[in-house]
T-cell receptor, first 116, second 116 residues
Framework: NAGVMQNPRHLVRRRGQEARLRCSPMKGHSHVYWYRQLPEEGLKFMVYLQKENIIDESGMPKERFSAEFPKEGPSILRIQQVVRGDSAAYFC??????????????FGDGTRLSIL | AQTVTQSQPEMSVQEAETVTLSCTYDTSESDYYLFWYKQPPSRQMILVIRQEAYKQQNATENRFSVNFQKAAKSFSLKISDSQLGDAAMYFCAYRSRGGATNKLIFGTGTLLAVQP
């Protein structure tokens, strides 16, 4: 039973380039969450999506960042025109319904984004 | 807005001894979930233990147990018979039970070292 799959594991971009991070949720999970972990800090919520819908994007920066979870395929977190401050570990989590007690969020291994 | 505070940036414990990690939170809600996640050097986020706020009984998972004090808004994690594999960053997290969002709010973490 495969867990949450994130790729790539490591991504290096130069300033001004675009970064695309992918997340395939666990089988049977229809809810996806993205979190960002800056160096020496805890995880910060970015966005919560269900299939084809953004439910909560209160943690997303207003510019350059976008997320989608299409009907088919993985969820994508897209960062345009990356800057040094975007360097972080980006974690994806998934849950089947609501992520409550019996269905907590299961995390992927994260994508470490480095900006040169 | 809810906040989670972990006041111990680092802790150390001898192998086979017991250690307690502190977590306090601030919320005006009466029903919510609390979690402890472990992040070893591999960076994977692993769910350790979970607690529902309306349950009086403290949750226990093998060597891991919590001391949940709802009035004091405190949720500490006790690790008994510490093992070398317990060395990791530990994050306390909060999640509202109601509402449309399922986001987790994390503390800044406690780095636990286990001495042989």
């Amino acid at each position: 039973n495969a867990g949450v799959m994130q790729n790539p594991r490591h991504l290096v971009r130069r300033r001004g380039q675009e970064a695309r991070l992918r997340c395939s949720p666990m089988k049977g999970h229809s809810h996806v969450y993205w979190y960002r972990q800056l160096p020496e800090e805890g995880l910060k919520f970015m966005v919560y999506l269900q299939k084809e819908n953004i439910i909560d994007e209160s943690g997303m920066p207003k510019e350059r960042f976008s997320a989608e979870f299409p009907k088919e395929g993985p969820s994508i977190l897209r960062i345009q025109q990356v800057v040094r401050g975007d360097s972080a570990a980006y974690f994806c989590a998934s849950s089947p319904v609501g992520g409550g007690m019996r269905q907590p969020q299961h995390f992927g291994d994260g994508t470490r984004l480095s900006i040169l | 807005a809810q906040t989670v505070t972990q006041s111990q940036p680092e802790m150390s414990v001898q192998e086979a001894e017991t250690v307690t990690l502190s977590c306090t939170y601030d919320t005006s809600e009466s029903d919510y979930y609390l979690f402890w996640y472990k992040q070893p050097p591999s960076r994977q986020m692993i769910l350790v233990i979970r607690q529902e706020a309306y349950k009086q009984q403290n949750a226990t998972e093998n060597r891991f147990s919590v001391n949940f004090q709802k009035a004091a808004k405190s949720f500490s994690l006790k690790i008994s018979d510490s093992q070398l594999g317990d060395a990791a960053m530990y994050f306390c997290a909060y999640r509202s039970r109601g509402g449309a969002t399922n986001k987790l709010i994390f503390g800044t973490g406690t780095l636990l070292a286990v001495q042989p």
